[in-house]
């Protein structure tokens, strides 16, 4: 079945500096989307991508589709300590509704 | 902002016992989802629901599983006999459209959430 990896698990980072989260999915994707919970809560919708080598931005967050419509990234500027949470990739296959969500990372910001 | 919404919020029960998690998902969403998340561990697809109907579900969702629209708000997820491995956050969603690549297709709300605890 559809596996969705993300890389790295853990990441613990200075506040101000950079973070970027990697997603490689083992088929093509129709569209890939990203969510975000923090620590006790629920999954929240941060934005999707549908175009090969889409590239989206929100504020201090890049968001990037891969060309071949199989692996994205997430990259935060100048981390603060809102972005502490769990980023999730998610991922859908053409024609299906079913959204696989990937491993995860977890960020935790050093004040 | 239209949410959906969960109950109950936590739910301890014994091993064996029926467990019933109520959802209440968006009023103008169609598809409806039971997600699960182990405690740290990623959220994993439980079934898809539309048009009255399981439209797909995965491995974890055995026989022990089984879902409702009971009336015209309402999403039910029911664990027949529960096990001790079921203890995890249940998570409902739903999403307006499906589709393939348009823009806005297989969003999901997310509810906050029914954690399960079987003792």
């Known amino acids: 079945g559809q596996q969705v990896m993300q890389i790295p698990q853990y990441q613990h980072v200075q506040e101000g500096e950079d973070f970027t989260t990697y997603c490689n999915s083992s088929t093509t994707l129709s569209n890939i989307q990203w969510y975000k919970q923090r620590p006790g809560g629920h999954p929240v919708f941060l934005i999707q991508l549908v175009k090969s080598g889409e590239v989206k931005k929100q504020k201090r967050l890049t968001f990037q589709f891969g060309e071949a419509k199989k692996n994205s990234s997430l990259h935060i500027t100048a981390t603060q300590t809102t972005d502490v949470g769990t980023y999730f990739c998610a991922g859908t296959n053409f024609g299906n509704e079913k959204l696989t969500f990937g491993t995860g990372t977890r960020l935790t910001i050093i004040p | 902002e239209p949410e959906v919404t969960q109950t109950p919020s936590h739910q301890v029960t014994q091993m064996g016992q029926e467990v019933i998690l109520r959802c209440v998902p968006i009023?103008?969403?169609?598809?409806f989802y039971w997600y699960r998340q182990i405690l740290g561990q990623k959220v994993e697809f439980l079934v898809s629901f539309y048009n009255n109907e399981i439209s797909e579900k995965s491995e974890i969702f055995d026989d022990q599983f089984s879902v409702e629209r009971p009336d015209g708000s309402n999403f039910t997820l029911k664990i027949r006999s529960t096990k001790l491995e079921d203890s995890a956050m249940y998570f409902c969603?739903?999403?307006?459209?499906?589709?393939?690549?348009?823009?806005?297709?297989?969003?999901?709300?997310f509810g906050a959430g029914s954690r399960l605890t079987v003792l």
């Open positions: 009023s103008n969403h169609l598809y």
């Open positions: 969603a739903s999403s307006k459209v499906v589709g393939q690549t348009y823009s806005g297709a297989n969003v999901l709300t």
